[in-house]
């Protein structure tokens, strides 16, 4: 069974200050998934990520996967308020298993203080 | 072009009544999936729809789950009689045939209170 262990679930951080958030699974996986949710609103993608080594960084968001170590980071730099919300990540089982059950990490809660 | 829209937003049922939540997803997009979120806890996987047809529904927790894809458009799930524990978050999500490589679309929840 496919676990997927986020850390931190909650993270609060001044404006300006640099943070990783860490998503750990259990298998193999060549697919993984990083979304945000505000408060009430729908799960907003942010990257796919798609194969070992991959890097893709959007504003201040950059997201990386390293598929040997099962690992992927999300590293906020210079955090701002609107940063602030629920972040997600998502795993996929490696692609040859047919499957297309995503399972969740618990989501990291990031409050971003001025 | 319109996301996923779900209804209603919010329902508040006695246990032992039905609910009935609806999913519209993406136009053109043959794959569906519910997810639900307890209190506290991850996302977890309910089921998949592959236009009509149900691939995988091995997230259902029991059979007073029910859900349908009419058409392969929109999707239905319907919990009889709901327990204390359906309380939660369902979410819908809808994704293009054939690629993961996309993600997938959610819609923004109905909010499940049991009472």
């Known amino acids: 069974e496919l676990k997927v262990e986020q850390n931190p679930l909650f993270l609060s951080m001044q404006e300006g200050k640099n943070y990783t958030i860490y998503c750990n699974y259990s298998t193999t996986s060549d697919r993984l998934y990083w979304y945000r949710q505000d408060p009430g609103k729908s799960l907003e993608s942010l990257f796919v990520?798609?194969?070992?080594?991959a890097v893709k960084q959007e504003g201040r968001l950059m997201a990386s996967l390293d598929t040997k170590a099962r690992l992927s980071t999300l590293h906020i730099t210079a955090a701002v308020h609107d940063l602030s919300a629920t972040y997600f990540c998502?795993?996929?089982?490696?692609?040859?298993?047919?499957?297309?059950?995503?399972?969740f990490g618990k989501g990291t809660k990031l409050s971003v203080i001025p | 072009e319109a996301g996923v829209t779900q209804f209603p937003s919010h329902s508040v049922i006695e246990k032992g009544q039905t609910v009935t939540l609806r999913c519209d997803p993406i136009s053109g997009h043959d794959n569906l999936y519910w997810y639900r979120r307890v209190m506290g806890k991850e996302i977890k996987f309910l089921l998949h729809?592959?236009?009509?047809?149900?691939?995988?529904e091995s997230g259902m927790p029991n059979n007073r789950f029910l859900a349908e894809r009419t058409g392969g458009t929109y999707s239905t799930l319907k919990v009889q009689p709901a327990e204390l524990e359906d309380s939660g978050v369902y979410f819908c999500a809808s994704s293009p045939r054939g690629s993961t490589n996309y993600g997938y679309t959610f819609g923004s929840g109905t909010r499940l209170t049991v009472v």
């Open positions: 990520l798609l194969s070992n080594g």
């Open positions: 729809f592959v236009k009509e047809s149900k691939q995988d």
């Open positions: 998502a795993v996929l089982p490696y692609s040859g298993a047919g499957s297309y059950q995503l399972t």
